[in-house]
């Protein structure tokens, strides 16, 4: 038990209750598309698979193929050169360049990005722009990528959206740590929930048991997500001018190898026998692999490598390009390993779970849905508070709109993938219009509906059913593989994440509220079953 | 949270100086942030957050004169 | 089997674990209303907390960090399961 003061406990009160009243839905959102992000490939695989599943990330034979399409492309995009595997499992290269900016602007990448299937490596489709333009031609992974443009950005443009989710990362901080401090009887109250009563404290302990179970993991996903918007946009940008005086150069130079440079042409070495060197030398699994200046006598090459069996912190290994002979192993972040560089590094798979593959996902899902459970059941705590108080009716019909019309709205999303996708060609905003579309036609039912109750039961039964009907859209409308097929063709989490949504979309169908009897609620209650809100109340 | 950047030691990936402090930066606000809620005496709160800031700025200024008179040297 | 398999299999001895002191928890059993079986002692629960963590010990003191986060959040994730499930059973 924490001993704080009343008025401690007060001001505190009000910096949780006011951190979750002015952004609780918009955190709500960023939680729960980040929770779904969290199987952001297997989604992308399940929406849109290849036509067979390649055996690794990146697959034997994959150095050969990226020598003829390197031979097919303008030699000015050999300055750099990428393969890596898309969020629907197939690969994609990306041969490019830095185009030098015009004054006061960002310089900008151009090149080619090609498509591949993972197993055949066979071509899919190629197209030549902008970074930028390149990566939205594809319409593959649109569903992941409004996933996570809702995730990172709320959607919004530019560093706006990285403002946004900074700030709500923050709250969910400040909110995480003075709903610690206020409840008084964490681990006394741990086990304890009642859940057959119709006043506040059923509603509070829904919130109070969910919020203490994943309280130390609420935390780490609020610092390491403010640590991933705000440092992008502000932090990193202000320290590097600091620390290097504004000099990009040697900024540049401390983070990258140093070769020296040599532009005289050179064949590359064969890049699946460096492939296999990087596996047996790490323990590792290739996950993707760069090429700097191909072509040239100082051609590098780097392949990044899964985490090794049991580590958090993935690496690389660098080789000379020209003989193919190994050069170094590189930590996550800078040429040497150091505290910083860990420390940074910590920070990607404590945030994404992606750590340890399968297992590490389901853990990390499993603790987003209940940092939105809490997201929302907070809120539901906050209107049942003030029922009696006039305009709270419209916050409860809002917290039914957004925490069952995002569910259903995102659910809407994905039919709508299913219904417009042609092939791997591109959505354009179209996904955006069936999200607004779906938060418009949700809202209406929750401002329409005879109570917030209502269109609580309503909103949750529309997601049930459009999620019922993925698997069938997915099957018929995008031709995608039927279940017999996906699982001969390796693809077997098309298989898994449809049974997931027929699981879920029954468990939306089938929910009941716990009804309360009249004799639970006129149980006496004593002092210590008060709410916060009650005890500052009684003290003032 | 610019003055650590100058007083952490880069070490020898010379990094540490941008990543320590970028890293810690949600906790020190989130430090700050409670501190300026809950201390009773706003005057106070007012002094100690602008306290910190001018000693950020003042050493952030102190680095940028010494890497000045250490380029006046070297030209 | 891969070690973060096993973090998931160690989380179930933590779980039945987890189960047991959820079921006896004295405030549980108080506030609702539950008087077909006896609390645990004070002593009781102390042991069991300790039990309740000694499968972490092998993966933190070998190194393997990513198990062991494994089977923090699993645990963690089962301890809301039970405590939903007991209200549950509890209120029906």
Not at chain 1, 72 to 79: E, H, I, M, R, T
Not at chain 1, 84 to 109: I, Y
Not at chain 1, 293 to 309: I, K, N, P, Q, Y
Not at chain 1, 325 to 340: A, R
């Amino acid at each position: 038990m924490i001993n704080v003061s009343t008025r401690m406990t007060k001001s505190l009160l009000a910096i949780h209750g006011c951190s979750a009243v002015f952004l609780g839905l918009l955190l709500y959102t960023v939680i729960l598309t980040g929770t779904l992000a969290v199987f952001e490939h297997e989604l992308g695989v399940w929406a849109n698979p290849p036509s067979q599943a390649g055996e690794a990330p990146l697959p034997s034979g994959i150095g050969a193929r990226m020598k003829t399409l390197a031979a097919s492309v303008d030699p000015a995009y050999l300055d750099e050169v990428g393969v890596f595997p898309s969020s629907d499992g197939r690969l994609m290269a990306f041969f490019h360049t830095h185009v030098e900016a015009e004054q006061g602007r960002e310089a900008v990448e151009e090149g080619t990005l090609i498509l591949l299937e993972p197993a055949s490596l066979e071509e899919l489709d190629r197209v030549t722009g902008s970074a930028d333009e390149v990566f939205r031609h594809f319409g593959n992974n649109a569903l992941s990528n409004f996933l996570l443009d809702l995730h990172i950005r709320l959607l919004l443009p530019g560093q706006w959206g990285l403002w946004a989710t900074g700030l709500l990362g923050f709250a969910m901080l400040v909110a995480s740590v003075s709903g610690f401090v206020i409840h008084r009887h964490l681990i006394k109250d741990i086990f304890t929930l009642r859940r057959r009563r119709a006043d506040v404290l059923a509603a509070r302990d829904a919130h109070v048991i969910a919020g203490s179970w994943s309280l130390p993991f609420a935390f780490v996903l609020a610092f390491t997500g403010a640590f991933f918007s705000f440092g992008g946009a502000i932090g990193l940008p202000m320290l590097a001018a600091i620390a290097f005086g504004g000099d990009v150069e040697t900024a540049l130079e401390v983070l990258q190898p140093e070769v020296g440079e040599d532009s005289s042409p050179a064949p590359l070495a064969d890049l699946d026998l460096i492939l296999v060197s990087a596996a047996e030398r790490t323990g590792g699994e290739p996950q993707n692999m760069f090429v700097n200046h191909w072509g040239r006598a100082d051609a590098l090459v780097t392949v990044r490598m899964s985490a090794e069996e049991g580590g958090l912190l993935p690496g690389a290994v660098l080789y000379k390009g020209a003989t193919g002979e190994f050069f170094k192993t590189q930590p996550n972040l800078g040429n040497e390993p150091s505290f910083g560089g860990d420390l940074a590094g910590l920070m990607s798979p404590l945030h994404f779970g992606n750590f340890a593959g399968t297992p590490s996902k389901i853990v990390w899902f499993a603790l987003g849905f209940a940092s939105a459970y809490v997201a929302l059941t907070g809120m539901v705590l906050w209107t049942r508070r003030r029922e009696s108080e006039p305009g709270w009716d419209k916050l409860a019909r809002a917290t039914a709109w957004l925490g069952y019309g995002l569910p259903a709205s995102l659910a809407a999303v994905a039919a709508g993938y299913f219904l417009l996708i042609d092939g791997v060609s591109g959505l354009g905003y179209s996904l955006l219009y069936v999200f607004l579309g779906g938060l418009l036609a949700t809202a209406l039912l929750s401002f329409g509906a005879r109570s917030a109750e209502a269109a609580n039961r309503l909103l949750l039964r529309l997601t049930g059913g459009i999620m019922l009907l993925l698997p069938l859209l997915r099957w018929l409308a995008a031709e995608g593989p039927g279940w017999g097929m996906a699982l001969s063709s390796g693809l077997s989490w098309v298989f898994v994440m449809d049974l997931c949504f027929i699981l879920g979309a029954l468990a939306c169908l089938r929910y009941k509220r716990p009804h309360s009897s009249p004799e639970e609620i006129n149980i006496e209650r004593t002092d210590e079953d008060k709410t916060v809100a009650e005890r500052v109340a009684d003290a003032a | 949270m610019g003055g650590l950047a100058v007083v952490i030691a880069p070490g020898p990936a010379m990094i540490n100086n941008v990543a320590v402090p970028l890293v810690l930066f949600p906790g020190a606000w989130g430090v700050l942030f409670f501190y300026a809620c809950l201390d009773q005496k706003l005057l106070r709160a007012y002094g100690v957050v602008a306290g910190l800031t001018l000693l950020n700025g003042g050493l952030i200024a102190w680095h940028f004169a010494q890497t000045a008179d250490v380029l006046q040297a070297a030209a | 089997m891969s070690i973060d398999v096993v973090a998931l299999l160690l989380a179930i001895p933590s779980a039945l674990i987890l189960w047991l002191l959820a079921d006896r928890d004295p405030k549980r059993l108080r506030v609702q209303r539950i008087r077909d079986r006896g609390a645990l002692s004070a002593n009781q629960r102390k042991l069991l907390t300790v039990a309740l963590f000694l499968p972490a010990l092998p993966l933190m003191a070998l190194g393997y960090w990513s198990a062991f986060l494994i089977w923090f959040g699993a645990v963690f994730m089962v301890g809301w399961c039970v405590v939903l499930s007991l209200s549950t059973l509890a209120s029906r």
